[in-house]
């Protein structure tokens, strides 16, 4: 008996610095609700679902940008989710910007939170992999400031057992760095959910737009199959108030294949049925990580940060 279960991936649309976490929120029930009618006994909504990719603008003070960060968990703004989840027996992936009072100081992140099905909180994840700078660079239609209003994660990549096995969590820039999935599967994760605000354009330097679907792609492709999981991947894509992101959002299978892909940069749900048994195969021949892997030869990637050209 296979053990198989239809999740559901949330691609949001643009979420305005107009709209209230009300509005939003709404849109997260409503798509709570589509997936379960779908059978779906889990849902992934993407990064910072809450509010727009507030990052892309200039701040100064917390006064300035603390409106886009929720406090509690589940904050006041969560709770009809968490209220909808426990009703309809649908466990969840959020991503918010968290403001906590934590180590005798005010603290934030850039989080997600993993609910289970009966609506109990499984456990939480605070992004790593902070793309962009802390100081604005100017000049640009655009900035990416995560580096300015959020810290590093300081809980690593932890793995959380829930009712339908090991899930791992991570969030957008995080799948473009093998060890974020390497550091899960180890721990024995079968079920990547992320979510991603990806801009279409890269303003480090000129890329033609479609590379940042494919390098998006390419990203969980290779992390399905090189850790032999499921990914689901919900992104927020549309144009927030003018900044065009991508859509993309997927269900990728541990063989590498995408099996489930959005087709629209709206609010869509996408679902599959899942077979959380078919990675075992992989993990027992190529991906045996006891049988094949060499640590005694790594080293370098855990004592060495940037690059270091030998003499
Ligand atoms: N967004 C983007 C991401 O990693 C980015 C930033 C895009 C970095 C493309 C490098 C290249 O998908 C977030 N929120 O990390």
């Known amino acids: 008996m296979t053990r198989s279960e239809v999740f559901?991936?949330?691609?949001?649309g643009p979420v305005n610095l107009a709209d209230t976490r009300e509005q939003v929120v709404a849109r997260l029930i409503d798509m709570m609700r589509d997936a379960h009618s779908r059978g779906a006994t889990w849902i992934t909504y993407p990064e910072l679902a809450l509010t727009t990719f507030f990052p892309r603008?200039?701040?100064?003070?917390?006064?300035?940008?603390d409106a886009f960060f929720e406090e509690g968990l589940p904050s006041p703004a969560m709770v009809p989710l968490f209220d909808l989840a426990r009703e309809l027996g649908v466990g969840f992936y959020l991503g918010y910007a968290e403001k906590v009072h934590q180590d005798g100081r005010t603290r934030r992140f850039n989080t997600s939170v993993l609910v289970g099905p009966n609506g109990d909180l499984l456990g939480k994840y605070r992004k790593i992999h902070l793309p962009g700078t802390k100081e604005p660079i100017g000049d640009l239609e655009f900035e990416h400031l995560e580096k300015r209003y959020f810290e590093v994660g300081d809980?690593?990549?932890?793995?959380?057992?829930?009712?339908?096995?090991?899930f791992g969590m991570c969030i957008c820039n995080d799948r473009r760095w093998p060890e974020t999935f390497r550091v899960m599967a180890l721990q024995g994760a079968e079920v990547f959910m992320l979510g991603y605000n990806t801009p279409t354009r890269n303003i480090h330097h000129h890329e033609p737009a479609y590379l940042r679907e494919f390098h998006h792609r390419l990203s969980l492709e290779s992390a399905a199959y090189q850790n032999a999981a499921w990914v689901m991947a919900?992104?927020?894509?549309?144009?927030?108030?003018?900044?065009?992101?991508?859509?993309?959002?997927?269900?990728?299978?541990?063989?590498?294949?995408?099996?489930?892909?959005?087709?629209?940069?709206?609010?869509?749900?996408?679902?599959?049925?899942?077979?959380?048994?078919?990675g075992a195969y992989i993990r027992r021949s190529v991906f045996d990580f006891a049988r094949h892997r060499r640590i005694e030869h790594y080293g370098l990637i855990t004592e060495q940060t940037g690059i270091k050209v030998p003499e």
């Open 57 to 65: 603008y200039i701040y100064d003070t917390p006064e300035e940008y």
């Open 155 to 166: 809980m690593g990549f932890p793995t959380f057992k829930t009712p339908s096995g090991r």
């Open 8 to 12: 559901a991936v949330a691609q949001m």
């Open 234 to 278: 919900a992104g927020k894509g549309g144009s927030e108030d003018g900044f065009a992101m991508i859509g993309g959002s997927m269900i990728v299978a541990p063989t590498g294949e995408v099996v489930a892909r959005a087709a629209s940069e709206d609010d869509e749900v996408i679902t599959h049925r899942c077979d959380l048994d078919m």
